[in-house]
């Protein structure tokens, strides 16, 4: 196509296409461009904001050309994608990744300062895009960080939340929760794609029909469209020009105007249900580790997961290849149960709309769905009514029907007579209502189901999925242990230790393998080296107690041991534990004389985190806290050598100032309850102790930092069951 453009054309696009640079004046020159234009600003009505503004804007341009050119090389080579579909993605903020990922911090640093500001102040100016939880929904926007970095052709794909994760603000103690309107202003980090619509079906009914080759098929047909409307957000590689995307549907009302009801006069019943439809993407459900089985979740989901696949298929439709081809170009990792639709709504494409048998389509569909598991807490185990799925979805309720069936055949084909073995494993739970349990469903439709770190994954084999493995055998069932990109969490986060590292060891190689950090073992005991490690801490411990002055009003001292627990509310992973531990230390404190307590190091205690806002026990435990905080505060008798702090609405920007100045941090969840964790990883890798329970991550964590490192207690995770008993 491009070989029959005129030549004149080509030399045009090739001389006014050609790269900006990325040196200083570049920077200052689209700059003042964009403060002028797109901000329609003047010199002398610049405030930090619109500098955060332009200067985004610089970048997104030179992110864009990324983006363009990666997705053109992925569509040019065709190679095999990854998509990544998670309903939350806890990017946090963009611009300080984004220069330090495309290399232009210093360039741009320097250009700020000459037009009168300064990097901390505009960066400071950017909202978080807070579309997740906890960690869940930061693993993902780590491991689009490290696709993109280690070149990937990999797609993530979620929802654009109107809302986020809630402000968390105190009330005399209490948490109140305040909406989150992170679009406000525009966000200048999403590519809106008006043109990528995708009519997305609900309710309905099914009707059979034989085709002109005799076969039985089925079509879905009438109830409510509506309409997702991608939108791209991009995401750089660090020291690549690949630059990934992430995909995120919002919803609209498809403008088929109901004329009818129009000339009825019911003008607005008619806009009310059309205002409708923009719900769906409205807001993030708050709620970590809990399922809440509403109606408007399981929307979401569906919506989600029929745009995505609508996507997918489109894209390699393009390619022409044969559909038995599919898996060979399309893998489909599913975060956790909230998409697991996606093999449902795969396996209709492929049968009722592509006319595939239903056994090659299963085969399909198979082969391209792998399945990661990251809890085993049963109230977080996905269940849907079966009426709520044939009221919504009937076409999928009767291919879920199918699925189940022809999957218990086969198993009663293997392992014969066992009616309670086909109970335990149908995807259907018969009570009354049925409902579908969706993990049951992820398992049987993937290759692969994985958890998130080596305890948690023998875990779920001997607990919750056991009794497919008298069917499956043990090889469908594997270990991924999380991990987390050393670029935002190290590099970013703490640029003084990243700096001395990079020095020690000659190069900024480690941030693309930390195996490399091994090399600064024969360091350690390098006095000057020693000296600089001290001070990086320091630093970030006064960058802390400044936060904390701001934040909380209470004054901190940075020579104190910074004593960390920061996580969602959760009783499983105990924080009032810790705050009874609190307690029992300002009363050992009280007792103690002057002298004695002389010579306990002097600690401050920091929490931060969210407690969903139906959560009564976790409510409860943020206002022990800061009940107790209130009372250690103010208690002059004891000499300052204990303060406790509640760090309000704890978020990705937050995490990155605590984290580097922690001590020690605390990850003490019952054994057996916390899959993985990811914030034990950010703390070590910053320098800092842990004092954990056998539990998640910190087992293998514990590996690999050596014993001396980590501070392990408490009762290990197949003890835990008979404890419990024994104190009924
Ligand atoms: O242990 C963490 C794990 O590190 C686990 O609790 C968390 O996932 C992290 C990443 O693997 C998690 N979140 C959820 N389930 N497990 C969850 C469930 C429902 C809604 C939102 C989040
Ligand atoms: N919430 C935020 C804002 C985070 O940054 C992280 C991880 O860094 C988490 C939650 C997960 O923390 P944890 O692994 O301690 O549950």
């Known amino acids: 196509e491009i070989a029959k453009l005129p030549k004149e054309t080509l030399a045009l696009w090739e001389k006014y296409g050609a790269d900006e640079s990325d040196d200083k004046e570049s920077f200052q020159k689209s700059f003042i461009r964009h403060v002028t234009t797109t901000l329609a600003r003047s010199i002398y009505n610049i405030d930090n904001f619109s500098a955060y503004q332009a200067t985004a804007h610089s970048v997104r341009d030179r992110l864009i050309k990324r983006w363009n050119e990666t997705q053109q090389t992925h569509t040019e080579v065709d190679s095999k994608r990854v998509y990544y579909l998670s309903l939350e993605f806890l990017l946090g903020r963009s611009l300080d990744n984004a220069l330090l ?110 085709d002109e080759e005799g076969h039985e098929r089925y079509a879905w047909e009438g109830g409510d469209t509506l309409q997702a409307i991608a939108y791209d957000v991009p995401i750089p590689g660090y020291g690549t020009k690949n630059c990934i995307n992430i995909r995120l549907w919002s919803s609209k009302p498809k403008r088929q105007f109901d004329l009818t009801r129009f000339n009825e006069g019911q003008y607005e019943q008619a806009v009310y249900e059309q205002m409708q439809a923009e719900n769906i993407t409205a807001v993030l459900y708050p709620n970590d580790n809990h399922m809440v089985g509403k109606e408007l979740r399981l929307k979401q989901q569906y919506f989600w997961v029929a745009a995505s696949l609508f996507d997918i298929v489109r894209r390699f439709k393009k390619s022409e290849k044969p559909w038995s081809n599919f898996p060979l170009q399309v893998a489909i990792q599913l975060n956790d149960t909230h998409p697991t639709l996606a093999i ?261 205690v920091i929490f931060g985190g969210k407690a969903a806002p139906g959560y009564y026990i976790a409510k409860l435990v943020i206002k022990l806290i800061n009940s107790v905080a209130e009372v250690v505060n103010n208690d002059n008798s004891i000499e300052d050598s204990l303060k406790v702090v509640f760090i309000p609405d704890y978020n990705v920007s937050v995490a990155e100032i605590i984290i580097p100045a922690s001590d020690i941090s605390q990850h003490i969840s019952t054994a057996g309850t916390e899959a993985s964790g990811t914030s034990n990883m950010k703390f070590v890798l910053n320098g800092g102790l842990i004092l954990g329970t056998v539990d998640g991550a910190n087992i293998e964590i514990c590996e690999e930092i050596g014993d001396d490192n980590i501070f392990m207690f408490g009762n290990l995770a197949h003890q835990v069951d008979d404890l419990r008993h024994a104190h009924r």
């Open 344 to 604: 449902v709504e795969l396996q209709r494409i492929l049968v009722d709309l592509e006319g595939i048998g239903w056994d090659e389509a299963w085969a399909i569909v198979t082969q391209t769905f792998a399945f990661t598991n990251h809890t085993i807490l049963p109230e977080a185990m996905e269940r849907w009514p079966v009426p709520m799925i044939q009221y919504l979805l009937p076409r999928h309720m009767q291919i879920i029907f199918d699925i189940n069936l022809f999957f218990l055949q086969k198993v009663e084909k293997a392992i014969p007579n066992n009616r309670d073995l086909l109970a335990k494993l149908s995807i259907i739970e018969e009570s009354t209502p049925q409902f579908v349990r969706m993990a049951h469903l992820a398992i049987v439709g993937s290759h692969r189901v994985n958890g998130v770190a080596a305890l948690h994954s023998e875990l779920i084999k001997q607990t919750i999925f056991k009794d497919f493995i008298q069917f499956y055998g043990e090889s469908k069932f594997e270990n991924k242990t999380n991990g987390i990109t050393p670029r935002r969490w190290l590099h970013q986060a703490n640029p003084k230790l990243s700096e001395l590292i990079t020095e020690t060891l000659g190069s900024k190689n480690w941030l693309k393998n930390l195996d490399l950090l091994k090399g600064l073992k024969s360091h350690v005991n390098n006095k000057d080296f020693r000296k600089r490690w001290v001070a990086a801490k320091l630093s970030n411990k006064v960058r802390l107690a400044d936060y904390i002055q701001k934040a909380t009003g209470v004054t901190v001292n940075s020579n104190a041991l910074f004593d960390v627990q920061v996580k969602r509310i959760h009783e499983y992973k105990r924080q009032f534990m810790n705050i009874l531990g609190v307690i029992h230390r300002y009363n050992t404190l009280k007792k103690m004389t002057s002298e004695e307590r002389a010579c306990v190091v002097h600690r401050v």
């Open 101 to 210: 990922n495309l290399g232009l911090k210093d360039n741009y640093g320097g250009g700020i300062k000459e037009l009168g500001f300064t990097m901390e102040d505009v960066l400071e100016q950017e909202v978080d895009a807070a579309l997740g939880n906890g960690g869940l929904g930061r693993l993902a926007a780590c491991y689009m960080d490290s696709l993109a970095t280690m070149d990937y052709p990999a797609w993530g794909y979620g929802l654009r939340y109107t809302y986020g994760i809630f402000q968390q603000r105190l009330k005399d103690g209490y948490q109140i929760e305040f909406p989150d309107y992170w679009l406000n202003f525009d966000n200048p980090w999403e590519l809106p794609r008006l043109d990528v619509v995708v009519d997305v079906q609900f309710c309905g009914s099914v009707n059979r029909y034989t």
